[in-house]
Nanobody
Framework: QARPVESGGGLVQAGGSLRLSCTAS????????VGWFRQAPEKEREFAAA???????NYADSVKGRFTISRDNAMNTVFLQMNSLKPEDTALYYC?????????????????WGQGTQVTVSS
């Protein structure tokens, strides 16, 4: 089973934007539900957004209206467009996948995890 690989993190000023990408090899990734989670220093990992293979989405209240999750199944890639970034968005962002076509927000619901990509928002 291929492991998701995240990219696109970096340092940005408050109010700026970043686009994260999550890619995995293998046809089955395109059928998986994919979620983005984040973990700030000394805090628990938390749900940010998720998308099913058919395009249904769900967002945490803290990112709703600012973040947009999308996917390109032909490219086996899921994107997280992050706009109007705030210092409190600073965290290590993880991509995770689960086989079932239903969105879940719990960390334990996802079987395949990437290594994470760092997002730092300066004030």
């Amino acid at each position: 089973q291929a492991r998701p690989v995240e990219s696109g993190g970096g340092l940005v000023q408050a109010g700026g934007s970043l686009r994260l990408s999550c890619t995995a090899s293998g046809r089955i990734f395109s059928t998986y539900t994919v979620g983005w989670f984040r973990q700030a220093p000394e805090k628990e990992r938390e749900f940010a957004a998720a998308i099913t293979w058919s395009g249904a989405t769900n967002y945490a209240d803290s990112v709703k209206g600012r973040f947009t999750i999308s996917r390109d199944n032909a490219m086996n890639t899921v994107f997280l467009q992050m706009n109007s970034l705030k210092p409190e968005d600073t965290a290590l962002y993880y991509c995770a996948a689960r086989a079932e076509p239903v969105i879940r927000v719990g960390v334990q619901e996802y079987d395949h995890w990437g290594q994470g990509t760092q997002v730092t928002v300066s004030s």
